[in-house]
């Protein structure tokens, strides 16, 4: 009769082995069946973890995990290991902090936090209670990013994370550096102040006010935000820098050149002199009488008014401003979103200010009037004054800078500006 059980047993078990039997509680015959694959399963499982375990820790029947807490930066280590284990002792950092005959182990713990775990196994004290094996395990929690204010980059920023916090008014400035998030969870705190959009969490490229103070800034990098599930209200601002002023345009080399001319534009020429002419009748008359009549000489033609003076050069043109920045581009990748919105405002940046033209070279003094011989002819004038020269026209407004690309798997609130 026990060599028909154990028979059937071994049948059974190959039965349930290869998968081809089906168990019917129909009648006490099937019934009987059920209960002998049921001892069946129960000698298979205990004889796979006599064979997983065999008295010695492995990296595969001892497991560590982190299950996550609800706070933010928290979360719960789980140490496990084989049933057939009498007595554990766990080390923690070098610290022992206890034996325990439960199958598992657990901690509060923050994020990221590093550990070094050693655990002692012992056997059950039926078995005597004898030291089995030890294993040493190097583990860190997950780690998460809590932010509360504001936080500037100064280089490119990749936040690789389990779960990621944005406090309410919490801001992440990227001053047109890359940033990443690249999270299990992105959790986005609610404002307790309806339509005060400087209480919601944000993410910038730069402020609104921003002026570029360098070309780099005219076209700022990635926003990207990766995500398994998000929860939350977060507004993206992707805003362009105004674009860097013209320079002076005393600080170009045409200034220089400007500055080598004269103050004024060259002086006209003289006037042409007067001429005087002797009587005809003074050739008639004896010698003394003829040099007396000579000095009483008559103007024959009057001395010239001076020529205008040259017109001056004209003034330098203003220098155009600079372009105004990009908005960026922006990837959000999000796989679960039926509890996240995401807002997305945009504003190319404008374009900086031209400078100034400068005022044009004066015009030359008019030419000196010819000369009046013996004051007998009308006496000429000073030449007119040269015009000055144009005034340079002022420099125009740089043009706007572009808007990036979005890419996004889900709907965004979008406003151009």
Request: with cysteine; proline share 5%.
């Amino acid at each position: 009769m026990k060599s028909s059980l154990l028979h059937k047993i071994l049948v059974l078990g190959l039965c349930l082995s290869v998968g081809a039997c089906a168990f019917k509680k129909e009648d006490a015959e099937d019934k009987q069946r059920q209960e002998l694959a049921d001892v069946v399963t129960q000698q298979l499982d205990e004889k796979k973890e006599k064979i997983a375990f065999e008295g010695t820790l492995t990296k595969e029947n001892v497991s560590v995990r982190f299950d996550e807490n609800e706070t933010p930066g928290s979360y719960n280590m789980v140490i496990e290991w084989p049933d057939a284990v009498g007595m554990m002792e766990v080390t923690l950092n070098g610290r022992v902090i206890g034996s325990f005959k439960e199958k598992s182990f657990s901690i509060s713990t923050p994020h990221s936090q590093k550990y070094q775990i050693v655990l002692r196994a012992y056997a059950t004290l039926q078995e005597g209670g004898g030291f089995l094996s030890s294993i040493g395990i190097e583990k860190e929690a997950h780690k998460d990013f809590i932010l509360d204010g504001i936080y500037n980059l100064s280089k490119a920023e990749l936040f690789k994370v389990n779960r990621a916090y944005l406090r309410k008014g919490s801001k992440i400035v990227t001053n047109g550096h890359n940033l990443e998030i690249n999270t299990n969870k992105l959790y986005v705190e609610a404002s307790d102040l309806i339509g005060n959009e400087y209480d919601r969490a944000q993410i910038a490229t730069f402020p609104f006010d921003r002026k570029s103070i360098n070309p780099n800034e005219l076209s700022p990098g990635r926003i990207s935000i990766i995500a398994n599930q998000a929860f939350g209200d977060l507004m993206i601002s992707m805003i362009g820098v105004t674009g860097y002023d013209a320079k002076l345009i005393t600080e170009t080399p045409a200034w220089k050149r400007f500055m080598q001319l004269p103050s004024k534009a060259t002086k006209g020429s003289s006037g042409a002199d007067g001429i005087l002419t002797v009587p005809p009748e003074c050739e008639q008359l004896p010698f003394n009488a003829k040099e007396v009549c000579k000095k009483l000489s008559v103007c024959l033609e009057n001395p010239k008014d001076g020529n205008p003076g040259a017109q001056g050069a004209n003034g330098l043109n203003g220098v155009n401003g600079n372009p105004g920045g990009n908005t960026g581009d922006l990837v959000i990748d999000i796989k679960n979103d039926s509890e996240f919105n995401a807002s997305v405002y945009r504003k190319a940046g404008l374009g900086g200010m031209g400078s100034s033209g400068t005022p044009g070279q004066l015009g030359g003094d008019g030419g000196d009037p010819g000369k009046n011989p013996e004051n007998r002819c009308k006496n000429a004038a000073q030449g007119p004054r040269g015009a000055d020269g144009a005034h340079g026209k002022d420099g125009t407004r740089g043009p706007r800078g572009a808007y990036g690309q979005i890419t996004t798997n889900i709907k965004l609130d979008k406003t151009d500006n």
